[in-house]
């Protein structure tokens, strides 16, 4: 065969990392979050699913430690959730996550204004209180002090008791775990981090100190309960902690995580709803229309009116009859999807159906359905369509990662054939290129790589006219590799 019909014969690969977006389920919202959502969209020309990943976050915030969602007896689910935007730069995060967070800083600002003179009047009462106890524990030290005894110890009873009022905090930005304990036991356990940058993950390797410390996102995800005891600061006790983070990251920030074992071994990666919108770049609008102010007003006033709901304790929510059996549908068609996953995407599929509930839920309260705490049917059904979409987006993330091991033994095989650039070889020539990577020119792990080439068209087969043998051994499959591979196309 001529060189020139050789090449002529080939088309350029399919590349490796092509992704198959999925269209952001922006219906299944809402109403109003989804007119805000959308007007924020067009307003920034950015995807949708920014904007519908941070109000995500947002509503979060606004009901995380309020109420629980009971999926069935013996399971409930917070309302808290963990999600990460990936983005290159240049795609208006922070544009993005001014316009959907801004309610929060609001109201932060207008409570703490509001309730300034009991702020000040509570720091005073407490100071007071802890020099009463210091008058007392001075005298008691004195030889005929033991009279004062019962009142010192009634003071420091009443000192431990005292609920200092605080300034409140709905939102930190990029802080340390061991910042993060005191700052949520100040805010009755609640807190939500909320950031366009990625630097979370880089504290939480070590940057402020020499270990890595993710307990209080573990636990604070589940809501199990915290304690910390340390001679450094106070001791600190959170029975019920809930944490909403809302990460909007870089592409080479999701690739460094995927030789940190404490993020993926520990399952504390498989926590977070990932999206990774389409960018928009190239196609975007210069004059657009403005965020309708209708919008925003009511936007704001659902986030207002939950953030203001204390009430006594945690509500359950509950499903409808119609929910609890799509709820059991969806479980039993997850569960049987799951033995064909890998073992990362396992990981997060089984923590996905909570994730659903918890969405549910929040979708039942910003539907303006407090007044009832049975969820319907309807609103679960669109919580598992936003669930479904986080669940094929966090496969595009954990390919960008590196987790997958064919497709990572697959790019292996394309950077060893350019480093030696030949038009045809065997499968064992691969394996012995490819060594130590794989076992013998048999592994499975090869084969899979090697139908991953096939599929993408960076080899094929040779047809082997007749059975050769060598030894007595059928002879190796030979392959021809595509010559765009080398930048060869005739």
Excluded at 182 to 209: C, D, H, V, W
Excluded at 238 to 248: A, G, K, Q
């Amino acid at each position: 065969m001529s060189k020139k019909k050789y090449y002529d014969e080939w088309e350029e690969p399919i590349p490796l990392e092509s992704i198959e977006y999925t269209k952001f389920p922006i219906d299944s919202f809402p109403l109003a979050i989804k007119n805000y959502a959308l007007a924020v969209a067009e307003d920034t020309q950015t995807p949708v699913d920014m904007a519908g990943v941070a109000a995500l976050a947002v509503m979060a915030t606004c009901v995380q430690g309020k109420y629980k969602v009971e999926g069935k007896s013996g399971w409930n689910e917070p309302l808290n959730l963990y999600n990460i935007i990936v983005a290159s730069p240049g795609e208006r995060k922070s544009a993005v996550l001014r316009l959907l967070t801004q309610p929060l800083y609001d109201y932060e600002d207008e409570w703490n204004k509001k309730n300034q003179l009991e702020i000040e009047r509570s720091k005073f009462e407490r100071k007071n209180l802890e020099n009463e106890v210091d008058l007392l524990e001075c005298e008691v030290k004195k030889a005929d002090g033991i009279k004062k005894l019962d009142e010192l110890l009634h003071k420091k009873e009443k000192l431990e008791n005292f609920e200092k009022l605080k300034p409140l905090r709905l939102l930190a930005d990029d802080i340390t775990p061991e910042a993060l304990v005191p700052l949520m036991a100040e805010n009755k356990g609640r807190i939500a981090m909320i950031s366009s940058e990625g630097g979370i993950f880089e504290t939480l390797q070590g940057r402020y100190s020499n270990t890595v410390n993710i307990d209080v996102f573990l636990k604070a995800h589940s809501g199990d309960p915290i304690r910390t005891d340390r001679l450094s600061r106070e001791y600190e006790k959170i029975d019920s902690p809930v944490l909403t983070v809302l990460l909007m990251v870089q592409p080479q920030v999701i690739d460094g995580l995927k030789s940190n074992n404490i993020f993926t071994g520990r399952g504390f990666f498989a926590r977070f709803l990932c999206s990774y919108p389409k960018s928009k770049i190239g196609t975007r609008k210069y004059e657009t229309i403005p965020v309708p102010e209708r919008h925003t007003k009511a936007y704001k006033r659902l986030c207002y009116d939950l953030l203001e709901r204390q009430g006594n304790g945690v509500k359950l929510l509950r499903l409808s009859q119609e929910a609890f059996l799509i709820s059991a549908k969806f479980h039993k068609k997850l569960e049987s999807q799951l033995s064909a996953e890998p073992e990362n995407i396992k990981s997060f599929a089984s923590k996905l159906h909570g994730a659903i509930l918890r969405i549910a839920g929040i979708f039942h309260l910003f539907s303006g359905k407090t007044e009832k705490n049975q969820i319907s049917g309807e609103t679960l059904s669109n919580a598992i369509d936003v669930g479904i979409y986080f669940l094929k987006h966090t496969k595009i993330i954990y390919h960008l990662m590196g987790a997958d091991k064919q497709l990572n033994d697959a790019k292996h095989i394309i950077q060893k054939l350019k480093d030696n650039t030949c038009l045809k070889i065997t499968k064992y020539k691969i394996f012995r290129l490819c060594r130590p990577r794989f076992k013998n020119s048999k592994d499975e792990a090869l084969s899979s790589a090697i139908e991953t080439l096939l599929e993408h068209e960076y080899i094929r087969e040779v047809k082997r006219e007749t059975e050769q043998a060598r030894n007595g051994r059928r002879a190796s499959q030979e392959y021809e590799v595509n010559p765009y591979l080398y930048g060869l196309n005739g």
